[in-house]
């Protein structure tokens, strides 16, 4: 195994732990969760939250962090697998090749989601900002910049299309 293997083996270890461990936080105790944010807010200097602010049970902190924990369980997996499992040094890795046709619908309506998700934040940027202005809990924006924030969602939807596409063009290129 490369130093390249071993840097990128490591770089996803270490993304699948950040992830499990900040769901498994948010999971276990979102009050906790909260001040490791507001010390992160001060850390890098934004606004603190809003103080009529009454999260409640906290099931929406849980849930997502139970996303997240599970998304960084399944990445953890992945780098272990890979790390007692290296591929043979003639395998080609690529995106097109390791998408197989055995996937059935799970490829093409994932690429297709986010297409659609992309294109619709593409197109509805600054009323996302508005509503996101809006709605969220937490004022850490500040004094932030309307042109700023329609930037910000116009890229995100763009790197959805461009992850839609991908998908669906990996999918293509496995049917044949």
């Keep these: 195994m490369t130093f390249e293997d071993l840097a990128f083996l490591g770089g996803l270890f270490l993304f699948g732990l950040l992830f499990m461990v900040l769901g498994a936080l948010m999971l276990a105790s979102p009050p906790a969760f909260l001040r490791f944010g507001l010390w992160l807010g001060k850390l890098f200097r934004l606004n603190p939250p809003e103080v009529g602010w009454k999260p409640g049970l906290y099931l929406d902190w849980r849930l997502a962090g139970l996303v997240l924990a599970s998304f960084g369980a399944s990445?953890?997996?992945q780098a272990v697998r890979l790390a007692l499992n290296p591929p043979s040094p003639g395998v080609v890795r690529s995106a097109y090749h390791s998408v197989q046709p055995t996937l059935g619908w799970l490829a093409p309506v994932g690429g297709l989601v986010m297409l659609t998700l992309g294109l619709y934040t593409l197109i509805h940027a600054p009323?996302?900002?508005r509503w996101m202005l809006k709605k969220a809990p937490i004022k850490v924006l500040g004094n932030a910049s309307?042109?700023?924030?329609?930037?910000?969602?116009?890229?995100?939807?763009?790197?959805?299309?461009?992850?839609?596409?991908?998908?669906?063009?990996?999918?293509?290129?496995?049917l044949r």
Aim: charged letters at 10%; proline letters at 0%; aromatic letters at 20%.
């Design 75 to 77: 990445v953890l997996k």
């Design 127 to 129: 009323r996302l900002f």
């Design 146 to 174: 309307s042109f700023a924030g329609v930037i910000f969602f116009r890229l995100l939807g763009i790197l959805w299309a461009l992850g839609g596409i991908v998908g669906l063009a990996a999918w293509f290129k496995a």
